[in-house]
């Protein structure tokens, strides 16, 4: 990753590294309760809602590279089961670390005798800038890879009936008869006879004969 755009250090997830100082092995704890931003999470799955208080637990190690940041974040994550669709909340505990290196030290360590263009290598690095760095890739990275990617409300739900769309947890015994469709054509017809033998047990003349006699007449 490219140096960062100008941080603002007011904002929530940029961190200020000038009380650490950059003598290797100098440590700094820092926690600090915030309002969840926004999309933080699986879109469309699970995710921290915006707003939703997210604790952070850090830990800053000055090095020779920079400064290794290793944390947790804690929040509730809200989502919907992917098998019986209902709300479900769980509670989401997200490690990281990460090294957010000095624009202004090699890779080990040391001032750089010159600037060196290797758009490459700066890719996959973060830096601090004036000191300063921004959490919230490095946090939404981390909390994608903590939640789950198919949440469900339990782990033996067993989902929703395909016939009528009943919750079956809630109903385990739930069940529709289903009629082979094979054997339809031949329940018309079991239905069909058993007319006709109430028709005798009755009396009546069956419609057709009762229409010959009138004929006849």
Known sequence: MALNARLDHRKPLVFDTHELGRRPGAQQRLTREIEAPRDLGIQ??????????????????????????????????????????????????????????????????????EPVDDAEEDEDMLFLEDGLFDLEPVLRDAVVLALPMQPVCQDDCLGLCSECGARLTDDPDHHHDATDIRWAALQGLAGSLEDGEKDEMSGEAPRPARANEKQEK
């Not at 915006?50 to 830990?59: I, K």
């Not at 000055?62 to 089961?81: D, N, P």
């Not at 019986?84 to 005798?113: I, N, T, V, W």
């Open 44 to 113: 469309g799955v699970i995710g921290v809602p915006e707003g939703a208080p997210l604790e952070l637990d850090l830990r800053l190690e000055s090095v020779m590279e920079g400064v290794l940041v290793t944390g947790t974040a804690r929040a509730q994550a809200e989502g919907e089961c992917v098998r019986c669709l209902e709300p479900l909340e769980l509670e989401l505990d997200a490690d990281f670390q990460e090294m957010f290196s000095y624009p202004d030290a090699d890779d080990r360590g040391r001032p750089k005798a």
